[in-house]
């Protein structure tokens, strides 16, 4: 992925920035999190580059602030489910689509593309067999569901789509 490419007009320095900070720091902070959100919703429809480049910079981070993960999972649910005509339901393309940016080698990459896979289960009244099957997959590889409360609620769509 070239995330220093221009998504949007007058997005490459502001991407460009971020990936060098992101790069030296191996953080996403609260503050990257409030710049991304206000270039990504300022009134465009996110486009698949928005969240490729998102995607991009969650892997390449090592440290996420709850604020990124909570935008993450935002913009990746309006692009593939309330994007879609009709809004809440995701077709096989998308879904095709997000489990080629989220499944490295058959597993999940950073723990926060798990949250968005929870996500988009949670958002879509619909969605194809082979993503929650891969999403149920990986919680259970990884965990999700047992312990903690937090992992007990990010569970939740999982444990709906019929596997936890």
């Not at 879904?95 to 289960?121: C, E, K």
């Amino acid at each position: 992925m070239n995330v220093s490419s221009p998504f949007r007009t007058g997005s490459v320095m502001l991407i460009s920035d971020l990936l060098t900070q992101v790069r030296s720091s191996r953080t996403l902070s609260r503050e990257d999190a409030q710049k991304m959100q206000r270039f990504l919703y300022r009134g465009e429809t996110l486009r698949s580059d928005d969240i490729d480049m998102m995607l991009a910079l969650d892997e390449v981070a090592h440290r996420h602030d709850p604020a990124w993960k909570d935008l993450l999972c935002k913009a990746v649910v309006d692009f593939i489910v309330h994007q879609e005509k009709p809004s809440g339901s995701m077709n096989r393309d998308k879904s095709d689509w997000l489990l080629q940016r989220v499944a490295h080698g058959g597993s999940i990459g950073p723990a926060s593309q798990l949250a968005v896979l929870t996500a988009v289960l949670a958002a879509s009244r619909s969605c194809p067999d082979e993503l929650q099957v891969f999403a149920l997959q990986e919680a259970k590889r990884t965990g999700i569901g047992t312990g903690s409360r937090a992992g007990l609620r990010e569970a939740q769509p999982l444990r709906r789509a019929g596997g936890l």
